[in-house]
């Protein structure tokens, strides 16, 4: 198959520019999960980084990419422990906003000790709102690729549509239906989203959503299946790609952490199979340790476990 993007690669400082939403996750470890309104003792409990884009960005750091994060944080004393390990893996944050008066956005995470699999609970202070008025066509330009959430919809389409003119590939992570979403969707070239989005917008079978996403313009859709991996569908071909067996510790931030390899595998002229086992080996290799950025894999370590 030929490779998902093969346009000459631009000059830029930036290999990877994202916009989009980074978190402060408070992660407790359950033996199990209680029933309604029940208790239940936490085994262990961490505050930790995450966040959509943010892990997305430091797992394309990881893999050797330059990287800027565009964004979002209160001024509650929370942004250091957010964007420190960003800085600090060479993500430039510079264009990160401090909003005055607002709560960073947090999760609580509940992981189930004996399967790894996590339960999420967000909240976002709507002060953390991104303006379109804050920004410039340089702070997209700066890059060869493009990766946002829908978490501001008119930013990320306004974000889309800078980037496409300028002739730079338009990756997304979307996996909440809400106003404004179908309109960043059509102006993505790479929309990657969670089965779940794509059942409540498209219907229960993923292939429904790789038809509608491919009728909205996208070269390449992508829906994760977790366990089961994931399926793309160039053209009226569909590509099945499935998970890695790995001992799971914690689900948190995998599907972050596939949407950053998987960047990183179309910049580097992969296939279609070959983006999707690329991302599929990251996301498995975070799964191992705790936390969305925990089991982030270097390049090494991600050349040696797709050889094995």
Same mark, same amino acid.
């Given at each position: 198959?030929?490779?998902?993007?093969? =346009?000459?690669?631009?000059?830029?400082?930036?290999?990877?520019?994202?916009?989009?939403?980074?978190?402060?996750?408070?992660?407790?470890?359950?033996?199990?999960?209680?029933?309604? $309104?029940? =208790?239940? /003792?936490?085994?262990?409990?961490?505050?930790?980084?995450?966040?959509?884009?943010?892990?997305?960005?430091?797992?394309?750091?990881?893999?050797?990419?330059?990287?800027?994060?565009?964004?979002?944080?209160?001024?509650?004393?929370?942004?250091?422990?957010?964007?420190?390990?960003?800085?600090? $893996?060479?993500?430039?944050?510079?264009?990160?906003?401090?909003?005055?008066?607002?709560?960073?956005?947090? /999760?609580?995470?509940?992981?189930?000790?004996?399967?790894?699999?996590?339960?999420?609970?967000?909240?976002?202070?709507?002060?953390?709102?991104?303006? =379109?008025?804050?920004?410039?066509?340089?702070?997209?330009?700066?890059?060869?690729?493009?990766?946002?959430?829908?978490?501001?919809?008119?930013?990320?389409?306004?974000?889309?549509?800078?980037?496409?003119?300028?002739?730079?590939?338009?990756?997304?992570?979307?996996?909440?239906?809400?106003?404004?979403?179908?309109?960043?969707?059509?102006?993505?070239?790479?929309?990657?989203?969670?089965?779940?989005?794509?059942?409540?917008?498209?219907?229960?079978?993923?292939?429904?959503?790789?038809?509608?996403?491919?009728?909205?313009?996208?070269?390449?859709?992508?829906?994760?299946?977790?366990?089961?991996?994931?399926?793309?569908?160039?053209?009226?071909?569909?590509?099945?790609?499935?998970?890695?067996?790995?001992?799971?510790?914690?689900?948190?931030?995998?599907?972050?952490?596939?949407?950053?390899?998987?960047?990183?595998?179309?910049?580097?002229?992969?296939? $279609?199979?070959?983006?999707?086992?690329?991302?599929?080996?990251?996301?498995?290799?975070?799964?191992?340790?705790?936390? $969305?950025?925990?089991?982030?894999?270097?390049?090494?370590?991600?050349?040696?476990?797709?050889?094995?």
């Amino acid at each position: 198959m030929r490779a998902l993007w093969a =346009k000459p690669p631009r000059e830029a400082p930036f290999d990877v520019v994202g916009v989009g939403q980074c978190s402060i996750d408070h992660v407790a470890v359950l033996d199990g999960y209680p029933p309604y $309104a029940g =208790k239940a /003792a936490i085994q262990s409990y961490r505050r930790l980084p995450g966040g959509q884009i943010a892990t997305a960005l430091f797992a394309c750091a990881r893999l050797g990419l330059r990287t800027a994060f565009v964004s979002s944080v209160g001024d509650d004393g929370v942004a250091e422990a957010v964007l420190g390990p960003l800085r600090a $893996a060479g993500v430039d944050v510079s264009r990160v906003l401090v909003r005055a008066g607002a709560t960073s956005q947090l /999760a609580l995470i509940a992981v189930d000790a004996r399967s790894g699999e996590r339960t999420v609970l967000w909240h976002r202070d709507p002060r953390l709102a991104i303006p =379109k008025a804050e920004l410039s066509r340089a702070d997209v330009e700066r890059g060869r690729a493009l990766h946002l959430d829908a978490g501001d919809p008119d930013v990320a389409a306004w974000a889309a549509g800078v980037a496409r003119a300028a002739g730079i590939p338009v990756f997304a992570d979307v996996d909440t239906v809400a106003p404004g979403v179908d309109d960043v969707l059509r102006a993505v070239d790479f929309p990657i989203v969670s089965s779940q989005f794509a059942a409540e917008r498209f219907g229960p079978e993923p292939r429904e959503a790789l038809d509608a996403l491919a009728g909205f313009g996208a070269r390449y859709p992508v829906v994760t299946l977790g366990e089961r991996g994931a399926i793309g569908g160039v053209d009226a071909e569909r590509i099945a790609s499935p998970a890695f067996e790995v001992p799971v510790r914690d689900t948190t931030g995998a599907g972050d952490v596939f949407h950053g390899a998987f960047v990183v595998a179309v910049l580097e002229g992969a296939d $279609a199979p070959r983006a999707l086992r690329v991302a599929n080996a990251a996301a498995a290799m975070n799964c191992r340790a705790l936390g $969305a950025q925990g089991g982030l894999p270097t390049r090494a370590e991600l050349d040696a476990f797709l050889a094995t």
